[in-house]
Nanobody, 126 residues
Framework: QVQLVESGGGLVQAGASLRLSCVAS????????MAWFRQAPGQEREFVAA????????YYVDSVKGRFTISKDNAKNTVHLQMNSLTPEDTAVYYC???????????????????WGQGTQVTVSS
């Protein structure tokens, strides 16, 4: 069974940076496609960024392009989300997700991912 544990969230001011981490256990991390989603209060969970098993294919939602960077360290079973120039609109619980097997046809879709972490809270004050 794959387990994902996120960390790195916190309370920051607008314009600051945070680096989220997600450590995977229970499987062969190097074969996983990984993604970050977020869910703000009262809103649906939304896609943020995705990275293929090799790290060669990366995709972002438009609202974070140029500010967020997803990366994958297969040696440490870890995926990171570097978040710069944070705004209050980035406030949400951030979730790590994983998919094994073939490259997903829909990297932004929640049902694509079989494994999820418990989430880490990011709060950005104005």
């Amino acid at each position: 069974q794959v387990q994902l544990v996120e960390s790195g969230g916190g309370l920051v001011q607008a314009g600051a940076s945070l680096r989220l981490s997600c450590v995977a256990s229970g499987g062969t991390f190097s074969t996983y496609h990984m993604a970050w989603f977020r869910q703000a209060p009262g809103q649906e969970r939304e896609f943020v960024a995705a990275i293929s098993w090799s790290g060669m294919s990366i995709y972002y939602v438009d609202s974070v392009k140029g500010r967020f960077t997803i990366s994958k360290d297969n040696a440490k079973n870890t995926v990171h989300l570097q978040m710069n120039s944070l705004t209050p609109e980035d406030t949400a619980v951030y979730y790590c997700a994983a998919k094994r097997g073939s490259l997903p046809t829909s990297r932004t879709s929640i049902p694509t991912y079989s494994y999820w972490g418990q989430g880490t809270q990011v709060t950005v004050s104005s």
